[in-house]
């Protein structure tokens, strides 16, 4: 069975700073994809970044980054150098072989000015 | 259109009515997903169309629950005699293929948010 954990609740983070966002996967899929999405107030799913399962290199979008861990099942969503605007909540997701896309329950995250 | 679409945005409606819910995909898009997400909580998986089929009703919640899409396009999510539980946004996707290991990211709707009163 597959499965997405999202343990952190709620984060806060100063304007400017960089925060980390947990993930952490289950899966006996060989090959599999892990996604991060937005989701601000207004409801609509922003994509973010994408990881494949056999990518050597950690995956890179601007100021989100993805510390991808294949041996500990985790794939952190770093955002660097954070806005006002990051302010959401932020969804870790996984797909494998069977095409459905799996979520974490999210991580609301604040922005502090 | 240049998103995914989704009518009403809104709809309350009164429990044991039933209630259509659509989604227009991106023009092009073969892949359309329903989920559905409840207050405070993730995305729940409903159904997966491929084309005008469905592989996957796995996620379906009930027998009140029900999909179609016609035309390789616009799709339809019906619940029959809605109960209060059934509240929640119910948000739909689509991508170009159905393989999501390429780094087809999904696109979206706004969702639909239902209450049920």
């Known amino acids: 069975a597959q499965k997405i954990t999202q343990t952190q609740p709620g984060m806060f983070v100063q304007e400017k700073e960089a925060v980390t966002l947990d993930c952490t996967y289950d899966t006996s899929d060989p090959s599999y994809g892990l996604f991060w999405y937005k989701q601000p107030s207004s409801g609509e799913m922003i994509f973010l970044i994408y990881q494949g399962s056999y990518d050597q290199q950690n995956a890179t979008e601007g100021r989100y980054s993805l510390n991808f861990q294949k041996a500990r099942k985790s794939a952190n969503l770093v955002i660097s150098a954070s806005q006002l605007g990051d302010s959401a909540m932020y969804f870790c997701?996984?797909?494998?072989?069977?095409?459905?896309?799996?979520f974490g329950t999210g991580t609301s995250l604040t922005v502090i000015p | 259109g240049a998103g995914v679409s989704q009518s009403p945005s809104n709809k309350v409606t009164e429990k044991g009515k039933d209630v259509e819910l659509r989604c227009d995909p991106i023009s092009g898009h073969t892949a359309l997903y329903w989920y559905r997400q409840s207050l405070g909580q993730g995305l729940e998986f409903l159904i997966y169309?491929?084309?005008?089929?469905?592989?996957?009703k796995s996620g379906l919640p009930s027998d009140r629950f029900s999909a179609e899409r016609t035309g390789g396009s616009v799709s339809t999510l019906t619940i029959q005699r809605t109960q209060q539980e059934d509240s929640a946004v119910y948000l739909c996707a689509s991508s170009f293929r159905d393989s999501l290991l390429l780094n087809y990211g999904y696109t979206f709707g706004s969702g639909t948010r239902l209450t049920v009163v």
């Open positions: 997701a996984m797909v494998g072989t069977g095409n459905q896309f799996y």
């Open positions: 169309f491929q084309g005008n089929s469905a592989p996957d």
